[in-house]
């Protein structure tokens, strides 16, 4: 793939949003309307008559780590010989709009969100990326490097949640429970008098498993972990809301001290995150879905 870029897209009438379909036998290109401008169905042939995309373009989520978001756009099998360009988005409203709009061809996200879009509306359809194996994307929590005990503090509450099949339990009720039907409602924070208080970060913008009301209260999945967290650790919680690129600005800041989410990939170090930055245990993993407008 080529360097990761931010490219605005030209007006409709030169813009080539192209079909991807086969069919049989050579087939030129379709005519070009009055105005001398490219039939945005326009599409180039290979050789067998298949046709092929010219450009797909593919949006995704920003993340801490500039090459996570480069290989999860670029994930996926790509039969058409099409060229693949990215863009980032700091929200997934953004995100949304954009796929709404035509800006881009497809959005890559978690199995469960990609899901989440479809079933809330009904331009959109979801699947799995086209694979040998499924694509996994783990999810950490991000901290500064200086709060490494709060680190190995919470990692060690994770993999007791994890050993014990609370979190299974979690992910079923507050992530698969609530991708069609109501929204997820917030989940209480135990409150442990005279105890320490830890602010962590929601964006809202992987939904269900980071997900925040209309009313701007987080709820469900994250709320969910985040409270048995907090009874594990006797610890308080403070909830604070952020975009989702503004999440090692957060840290830096001191506006949190937890990130809730953080995509983790096999060919990502911890070298690799921002200067100072530090994460969790994963404590959820999801396979990467790819959704797109119903043609």
């Excluded at 036998?25 to 008559?49: H, Q």
């Excluded at 090459?67 to 060229?83: H, L, R």
């Excluded at 135990?190 to 925040?212: K, N």
Aim: hydrophobic residues 40%; contains cysteine.
């Amino acid at each position: 793939m080529k360097s990761f870029m931010k490219k605005t897209i030209l007006a409709a009438g030169l813009a080539a949003i192209l079909l991807i379909t086969s069919c049989s036998g050579a087939e030129k290109a379709e005519k070009t309307e009055s105005s001398g401008k490219k039939d945005p169905l326009a599409t180039t042939l290979d050789m067998g008559g298949v046709r092929m995309a010219e450009t797909v373009h593919v949006g995704v989520l920003e993340s801490p780590v500039p090459i996570v978001d480069e290989t999860i756009a670029d994930a996926g099998e790509d039969t058409t010989g099409a060229e693949r360009t990215a863009e980032t988005f700091s929200s997934l409203t953004e995100l949304q709009l954009s796929l709404m709009r035509g800006d881009v061809d497809s959005v890559k996200i978690a199995d469960c969100t990609a899901r989440y879009m479809a079933a809330r509306n009904y331009e959109f359809a979801a699947a799995t990326l086209n694979t040998e194996t499924p694509f996994n994307v783990g999810f950490a929590m991000m901290l500064n490097n200086t709060d490494a005990d709060l680190r190995d503090r919470i990692s060690k509450a994770i993999s007791d949640i994890k050993a014990d099949g609370t979190m299974k339990a979690l992910e079923e009720k507050y992530i698969n429970g609530f991708i069609e039907g109501k929204e997820p409602e917030p989940v209480e924070y135990e409150h442990f008098d005279g105890a320490e208080t830890v602010s962590f970060a929601f964006t809202g913008d992987l939904p269900p498993m980071d997900y925040i009301s209309a009313d701007g209260i987080p709820a469900g999945f994250n709320t969910a972990l985040i409270s048995e967290i907090g009874k594990r650790l006797h610890i308080n919680i403070k909830s604070v809301n952020i975009e989702s690129g503004s999440r090692t600005i957060a840290l830096m800041t001191g506006r949190a001290q937890v990130v809730f989410w953080t995509p983790v990939l096999d060919n990502v170090t911890e070298a690799m995150y921002p200067d100072g930055m530090t994460i969790t245990e994963i404590y959820h993993t999801e396979i990467l879905s790819e959704v797109k407008r119903r043609s």
